[in-house]
């Protein structure tokens, strides 16, 4: 498996992406992380079987970012790549405290 990582600032954004070269998410799991990440943006409870080992630990760094970023200003996408393998997108808004 190869992972890449790749960072870069777009549209007054910054912007990191995860891909990698797996089978991807499971369109069903993909579907419910999504639907817990939606969740926990509202301010629901994420439930605690999503923090595990089959929620790759996904939803706990989602968790923590909101809690440090702007949730409604915050982006994290998760996402399977058409060739295969998948992609996690996170982004916020720049601001003059942050590293240009």
Known sequence: MEIS???YKK??????????NGQ????D????????IKAAGTGDRIAEEGKG??????????SRLILYFDKDDFKFTLLNKKNGG???IISNPLNSEEVT
């Open 5 to 7: 990582i790749y960072g």
């Open 11 to 20: 549209d007054g954004r910054w912007i990191i992406e995860i891909h990698d």
């Open 24 to 27: 991807g998410f499971d369109s």
């Open 29 to 36: 799991k993909l579907r419910e992380l999504n639907e817990k």
């Open 53 to 62: 080992i089959g929620g790759m630990g996904i939803l706990n760094l989602y």
């Open 86 to 88: 998948a992609c996690v």
